[in-house]
């Protein structure tokens, strides 16, 4: 394909075919208990509906309060893995594995693979933070994924630029049916505390895009840097440093995913700063308005 095209997308629909089950040791109680899970090659076999599904995020800010209301839904029971907590449970009526992926490409794609091989995941939901690329794309709007590609990846001349060596394909595709869902949380969302949001925290009243996300391992945070990629990438919305790694894993496996991101700066001299402050002061709060309605219409 050509280079940045989107002929070829990884088309990231498919039911997964079944993982490997978890072989946990930890006790299931009202408060977090620590243990360590084996890889039981054996699959679950267990019904699609009745497997989990697995949300993380990069860092802890981005996830809410989700483990808080698991735990007192039904009790968390927590897993440790590859230097990762696992959090098991339930959240409005949903089976979830719950977990941080820390930051950048390495870190999602260990991450997401455990929740597919140890976790036995239904699909994958991404949450978090991003900086804005598309020029109509500001400070405390939403976009969510469409197809997610790595800015930074560039093996040419031998492959074209921005493609996955091997697998012939740059772009992969979030699952349309989990996007539209997570669209509709968030168009909910906007509707019902949209003005408030924007009022309590200083932004415009948030709007939500649909399309690409882009993903490397840089914090990009000046003019240039984020020039360049718009030059390069002109239908980019949101850079960020995990969900083309999350994408391209579940694709290979045969996963859904999804993935949604709060502009928490626009990528530019101002990023470092911006970002800081909306992490620690706004990004919870979006995350739990999202996936409060995205996990209750699942419900429903
Ligand atoms: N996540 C949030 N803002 C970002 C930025 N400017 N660059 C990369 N990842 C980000």
Redesign the pocket.
């Known amino acids: 394909m050509s280079a940045g095209g989107m002929s070829g997308v990884g088309a990231n629909g498919a039911d997964a075919t079944g993982s490997g089950l978890a072989t946990v040791s930890a006790t299931r109680s009202g408060s977090v208990a620590a243990g360590t899970v084996g890889i039981d090659p054996i699959r679950s076999g267990a019904p699609v509906s009745h497997r989990p599904l697995g949300i993380l995020a990069a860092l802890p800010q981005e996830l809410g309060d989700l483990i808080d209301a698991m735990r007192a839904e039904s009790g968390v029971r927590t897993i440790t893995h590859g230097q990762r907590d696992y959090h098991l449970g339930t959240v409005h009526g949903a089976p979830c594995v719950v977990t941080l992926a820390r930051v950048g490409k390495v870190a999602a794609a260990a991450t997401v693979s455990a929740l597919i091989h140890a976790f036995d995941v239904e699909a994958v939901v991404f949450t978090?933070?991003?900086?804005g690329v598309g020029t109509e794309v500001r400070v405390g709007d939403i976009v969510v994924a469409n197809a997610l590609m790595q800015h930074d990846l560039d093996a040419s001349p031998l492959f074209p630029r921005f493609e996955v060596p091997l697998l012939g394909v740059s772009h992969f595709a979030a699952n349309e049916a989990l996007a539209d869902q997570l669209a509709a949380a968030c168009e909910r969302f906007v509707a019902e505390e949209g003005a408030a949001s924007a009022a309590r925290f200083g932004t415009r009243e948030p709007r939500v895009h649909r399309g690409l996300i882009i993903s490397?391992d840089?914090?990009?945070?000046s003019a240039s840097g984020?020039k360049a990629l718009r030059d390069a990438l002109p239908d980019a919305l949101a850079?960020?440093?995990e969900g083309a790694a999350i994408a391209q894993v579940c694709y290979e496996y045969g996963v859904p995913c999804a993935v949604v991101?709060t502009?928490?700066?626009?990528?530019d001299d101002h990023?470092p700063q911006s970002?800081v402050s909306f992490l620690t002061e706004i990004a919870g709060t979006y995350s739990n308005a999202i996936l409060t309605r995205f996990l209750e219409a699942r419900r429903a």
């Open positions: 978090g933070v991003a900086g490397g840089q914090f990009v945070a984020v850079v960020e440093m991101r502009i928490s700066d626009t990528a990023a970002f």
